[in-house]
Each structure stands twice: as structure tokens, then as C-alpha cells.
């Protein structure tokens, strides 16, 4: 996939309190999927629906839940039992969003899905819900532990500022 982000949306990123849109998790997305290619999810998180794309092994997927993302995975959990594990950095309860969502990927023939709601970093600004998201992603791609999401999320916006000013992922 090719994607333009655009100069404007890049420097919006950086500055506090501003809200990463649809195309702006998509973007970061990308650039996981383009780093980790067999890593399933990382899907646009505009899909919702019946056109979410099952996974066919274990995933992580962003997704605005209603005015906040959240992060899912299935990496680290047992195969086989329906578990799905949300990165949500304001440790609310899953949503009925996030629980459809996280059914239509996960493909469980079972009648019990059970969330993990892991215990991470809590944002402190009202905005960050989307560059935590995208940190605890990150995070999973890289088999590490979203608890260590400081460091991580230093290391985030060093590698956005380090991809220079090419609009184009």
C-alpha cells in the first residue's frame, strides 16, 4: 500500500492536544505493516462492520471506539480460546465497538469471547488516545511489553520526526 500524508498532518502530530484522524493511524499503521509485513491487522481503521477482514493468524488493530482509539491484539494470547487482549490508555470497559470489531477479526467458533484490558500507561492529555494506540502497536510489533510505554513513546515521535518531510509512506 502507498499512502500520502501530507506535510500539514505531520507536523499536526507533534503538537499537543490535536486528535490523529483516521488517516493519520492509517498512516502509522503502514509503516508498522511495512516494517513487521507478517503481522496481521493494521488494517484501515475507517473498516468497520461487515467489512472488517478476518486475521488469519494473530493480530493488532487500531480502532476509534466513538471519539477514542484503542489498540487490539491477539499476540501473546493462547490460540484457540478467544481471547483478545485491548490496549486502552484510558482503561475504559470494551464497547460494543471494540467487542464487534475484535469478533469479526478474531474468528472463533466459540460461544465466549473473553478482552483482557491490560493495564498501561493512562494518557494524560484528553487527544493521546491515538499516538498511545499507535505506541502500544508499536510496542507489539516489536514483541515488547506496552507496560514500557514512556520510552516507547520518546522513541515514537523521534521515529516520525526521523522519517523526514517526504509526504509520501
Known sequence: DKFVLYLESKSSILKKNYWLTDSEIHAGQLLLKKDFPYV???HDPAIKGSLVVPATSEFIQILNTGSHWVCLSTIS???GIGTVKIFDSMYQKPNSIAVEHACRM?????SKVTFIN???QRQVGASDCGL?????AT???HGLDPVHL?????L???FIRRRGTSPVI
Open 156 to 158: 515514537f515521535v523521534s
Open 150 to 154: 514512556f520510552l516507547l513513546l520518546l
Open 106 to 110: 478474531l474468528m472463533y467458533p466459540g
Open 139 to 141: 510496542d507489539k510489533c
Open 40 to 42: 496481521d491487522g493494521l
Open 77 to 79: 494470547t493462547t490460540p
Open 118 to 120: 491490560e493495564k498501561v
Open 132 to 136: 498511545f494506540s499507535l505506541a502500544f
